[in-house]
C-alpha cells in the first residue's frame, strides 16, 4: 500500500481519521514530522510518507484509549528508540497510566498470564491493516470522483 509520491496533509489527515489542525499541531510540536517534505513558510506543503501515516494512527489509537498526549509521546519516543521504523511489529498492553510494550504472542501471554490488570492490548499490526484499508478506499473515491468529472465533460 505505498504510494512513492507521499500523501499531502488533508489526504493524511483523512485517511488517519483526523482534523488537519491536529495534524497540523503534532506536526509543528515535533511528535509526528513529515517525512518526505516539511513545509516551509507559505505555499510548500507537507509530504508525508506511508511509514508517517501509520505512525500517526498509532498515535490517534492511543490517545483514543485514554492515554495523555504527554504520555503518548513518551510512548511513543519509546516504540521508535526499541522498533525503528517496524513499529508495527509488536504490540503495546496499557495499563492505566503506564504501558508496556511486548514482541510476540509469548510475551503478551506471559503478562496476562502473571496477573497484570491490563485494561488495553494495543496490536500495533492492525492499525497498519487499518491504513491500508484507508489508502484504499481514499482511492477509490478519488478515482471515482476523477472518472464522474470526465464523463459530465
Known sequence: MQAEQGYSGKKTAE????SYRQLD????????????SKAHGSGTRRLYSYTDLVELKVVKTL???????????DVFS?????????I?????????????LTR?????????????GVLNILPLGTIKDEVDA?????????????LAQAESA
Open 104 to 116: 510476540s504472542g509469548d510475551e503478551l501471554i506471559d503478562l496476562v498470564h502473571n496477573g497484570q
Open 88 to 100: 508495527s511489529s509488536a504490540n503495546l498492553v496499557i495499563q492505566g497510566s503506564g504501558s508496556v
Open 63 to 73: 490517545l483514543d484509549a485514554g492515554i495523555k498526549l504527554e504520555s503518548v509521546r
Open 25 to 36: 499541531y503534532w506536526a509543528t510540536t515535533d511528535l509526528i514530522k513529515p517525512s518526505l
Open 134 to 146: 484507508q489508502i484504499v478506499a481514499f482511492t477509490s473515491k478519488s478515482s471515482e470522483s476523477t
Open 78 to 86: 519509546f516504540m521508535r528508540q526499541q522498533l525503528g521504523e517496524d
Open 15 to 18: 485517511i488517519v481519521g483526523i
